[in-house]
């Protein structure tokens, strides 16, 4: 048996063959190579290997009573090198738990001062977490991924809502995304820290907590015109909530009553949210009204804040599969199958009488409130119901208008609905007359972008009207009354700031229209005019 090399020339050691370790080698004097040999490489350091083995077992012997597969801290040292050769790993670089480690600026008191604020404005109409529940939050923000998330999109949307002058551009605009900024960052490390605490990726954590963070974050950025990402947050909390309502009950019947309750009414704002971003922006609608209906009956919650939100689902209840279908239809003739169901002059007017009823409905339920002593539903509430239904009022009024279904003397024993000019004949009137009512404008600024968004789409809407003929046997005097309606409602809108540029461009060249249409009416001289 041959004796092995204990050295191999240079040509072989390149191209990895057995070399014979004499000169010339037979590998390279076959291939007619030059034969060398270099001096012999200094002593190799031990193997990196070796040094991660030789530190685990000193470690192990420091740590006789815990397991290898026990510690988090080991596993940066068992998956890395760099890990391993450096064992003073920061600790923020690897998430422990559920506590928060990313910087703030905002101290405690901040919240705190913002709870007053949300009892008044974002609880009557977000009736999910009570201010004493989002205080408890506040104190265990630093400890929780999940309560900084939820804390951080409660000031951005109290904020947002609360604060009826901020444009933008502006300093509110800034905080508000600050703050946004702030809950995504901690909602999506909660996911990072469980797979940090697991060495896997477990299980999505879903909580009514997290859907609700959600809901707020799709609120401020519908306020900031951002769509896709509002409908995408929206859709995140949607799917939460759907995955909740599968596990509602348990083997031994329903599972806590507060959480079911708390539940139901989240589900039913997403409900709403969702179909007003369908009509406004034309997203896809998938969610359904809840089998159990209304959110069950909740002592924990003020009468006032549960009677209103019920009113306003209900609302919404009338914006059923059928109406959606047909909007969808009219925006977009040629994307959307036609709905089964025509579109028919009957359908019109059950909806339209569906709005009476629930007016009618709405009238009577607050007079129950005031006859039990109780808190009748605040002067926010009620701005909030009453330009909705006129929303929806128009919104089914312009559906008859895309079918050629209005007339301008309608039928004795037809709904006023079907009259080509009911906007202008009760709408604007009935706004007005709610305007002039309200102690304060903050009760129609502070339900942020949305409601606005609905005052913007009643005014053109009454303008486009006033642009038509005027109606037989129509005065003077009537046509001057339903242009100072108008202009009135132009001048109430115009004092938000939040009504952007190119909306206020839009309703003024409606006002030019009109200009050239009545021209024995004294734009200048109406009262409140801002032309």
Known sequence: MTSRATRACDGCRFRKVRCNGVKPCSQCQHLNLACDFTLAPTKRKPAVRGRLVAQLRDKAKSNP??????????????????GIMNPTIPESSVPKGPAPRHPSHYPKDFFINLIPDYK?????????????????????MHRSYEDAALVYAFGAVTIDLSQTSWTLHGDIAAQITDLVRLSLASHRQLDIAE????????????????????VWIEITQMSFKRTRRSFTMLREGISMLQIMNLSLYTADGLTDKKDICRFQRLYWEAFIHERFGTIVVGHPCIMQPLDTGLPFPDPT???????????????????????????????????????????TAHWIESKQAELDRDE?????????????????????????????????????????????????????????????????????????????????????????????????????????????????????????????????????????ERI???????VREKVEVLRSVYTDVNFEGLAGSPF
């Open 120 to 140: 008044d404005v974002v609880y009557p109409v977000n009736p999910v977490y009570s201010p004493d529940e989002i205080r408890m939050a506040i104190d265990n």
């Open 500 to 506: 952007q540029k190119e909306q206020r461009n839009y």
């Open 360 to 496: 009618a409905d709405a009238a009577e339920a607050s007079q129950q409130l005031r006859g039990c002593g109780g808190q009748d539903i605040t002067e926010l509430q009620v701005a909030d119901l009453f330009v909705t239904r006129l929303w929806l009022r128009t919104l089914v009024w312009q559906l008859a208008l895309s079918q050629g279904l209005l007339r301008s003397v309608p039928a004795q024993n037809t709904h006023e609905g079907l009259s080509l000019h009911f906007p202008a004949q009760r709408l604007s009137m009935q706004l007005r007359t709610l305007v002039s009512r309200l102690k304060s404008d903050a009760s129609v600024g502070t339900h942020g972008i949305g409601i606005l968004q609905k005052l913007f789409e009643i005014t053109t809407t009454i303008a486009d009207v006033l642009a038509l003929p005027q109606g037989a046997g129509q005065s003077q005097l009537e046509a001057n009354a339903r242009m100072e309606d108008f202009i009135f409602l132009v001048k109430f809108l115009f004092s938000f």
């Open 65 to 82: 009573n815990q397991s290898p597969s026990g510690s988090l801290a080991l596993a940066p040292s068992v998956t890395s090198i760099h």
């Open 301 to 343: 919650i003020p009468p006032y804040v549960e009677v209103g939100f019920n009113r306003l689902i209900r609302l919404f209840l009338i914006m059923d599969s059928t109406f959606l279908a047909h909007w969808a239809a009219q925006q977009h003739p040629n994307k959307h199958q036609t709905p089964s169901m025509p579109l």
């Open 195 to 214: 797979v940090a605490t697991d060495r896997a990726l477990s299980e999505l954590k879903v909580t009514i907590k997290r859907a609700l963070t959600c």
